[in-house]
């Protein structure tokens, strides 16, 4: 099967990238993974200031996946922009490289685009507008609002004109709307899922695991959550959606394309092992010679449900209607 999917004005080599806050700035992974046979990655959130992060514990294990609550630790645009781009620029070739950006307003993020946008060696930004862990001044993530979507996504888009993933949340009413009001205000693609909010508590000591209290859920037990999210999006626009949340094989994988993802990306699963999007990528290229498929674009948005309804979806449609 062939990989290579063209998007955003490039080739990515093949479509699968690892997802931001699991790979670093790509440094810290290098010695473990050959980056340059990745589809691409995703840094770490970058803010205008440096951050420390949340206090310990971080990260908590659960059956089904993990909850972190890491509090977008970065060291800072500047840095960025002085150190960790150069070291992309200089070991980073055939992958795609985005810049995950985060802030408290839409301010700080049109600060931290500009301050990379001249900048060489990655080819656009992926807003992380979706962090179950960070606080922005309206006191809820702007991809949880509408109108603040609308609103720091223009802002976005007016700060450059390199191709703009925007990251959305999947605890929202229509998660299909809010896609399309990324959209219209001129992203170039959507990123879904980031982890939503989750607690774990430990009986005996009747505290939360994590030494922020609640955090993000990730890994496989919120998969299903993200091919639906994907698949509820892919109606309503028409820009490419990377697919991403509990990937931890080809099979996986398969399902977000099918579902309507040009691309996906891994993140937990590169904890446990950080080869785990290699091992992706070469099961795609098997599951695509067992299945006669010869180029992988003939699996996205290839699921055999359009006809089918989401329940939830329809109650909203009827409570629409009831409103008047
Ligand atoms: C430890 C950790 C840190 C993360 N940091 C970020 C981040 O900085 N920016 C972001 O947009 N998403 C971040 N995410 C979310 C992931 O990129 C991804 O959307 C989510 O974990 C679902 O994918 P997964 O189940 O494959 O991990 C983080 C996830 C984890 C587990």
Excluded at 285 to 303: D, M, N, Q
């Amino acid at each position: 099967m062939n990989l290579a999917q063209n998007l955003f004005g490039t080739v990515f080599q093949n479509p699968v990238l690892l997802a931001s806050g699991t790979c670093g700035f790509g440094e810290e992974l290098s010695d473990l993974v050959d980056l340059d046979a990745l589809g691409g990655f995703v840094t770490k959130a970058v803010t205008v200031e440096p951050r420390q992060g949340n206090p310990a514990p971080r990260v908590c294990e659960f059956a089904a996946g993990m909850l972190n609550s890491v509090g977008l630790a970065n060291p800072g645009v500047d840095v960025v922009r002085t150190e960790k781009l150069p070291w992309i620029r200089s070991h980073v070739r055939a992958a795609r490289v985005f810049v995950n950006v985060a802030g408290h307003d839409v301010e700080h993020y049109q600060r931290v685009i500009k301050t990379l946008n001249e900048e060489a060696g990655y080819l656009g930004f992926e807003l992380n507008v979706s962090c179950p862990n960070d606080r922005n001044l309206r006191g809820i993530p702007f991809a949880l609002d509408p109108v603040a979507l609308e609103e720091v996504v223009s802002a976005a888009r007016g700060a450059t004109r390199r191709p703009l993933l925007v990251k959305l949340a999947p605890n929202v009413p229509d998660i299909g709307e809010m896609a399309h009001i990324a959209e219209e205000a001129g992203a170039d693609g959507v990123t879904l899922i980031n982890t939503f909010p989750g607690l774990i508590l430990d009986p005996s000591s009747r505290s939360p695991a994590l030494g922020a209290g609640s955090g993000g859920v990730s890994g496989p037990a919120i998969r299903p959550v993200g091919v639906h999210a994907v698949w509820a999006a892919r109606r309503r626009v028409s820009i490419p959606i990377v697919g991403v949340g509990g990937i931890t094989n080809a099979a996986d994988a398969v399902q977000y394309l099918l579902a309507g993802a040009s691309l996906v990306q891994v993140g937990t699963a590169s904890f446990a092992d950080p080869r785990a999007a290699l091992r992706v990528i070469r099961g795609l290229v098997r599951y695509g010679r067992a299945h006669g498929v010869r180029h992988v674009a003939e699996l996205v948005g290839a699921a055999a449900l359009e006809s089918r309804e989401v329940p939830g979806n329809e109650i909203l449609e009827l409570a629409r209607r009831a409103e008047g």
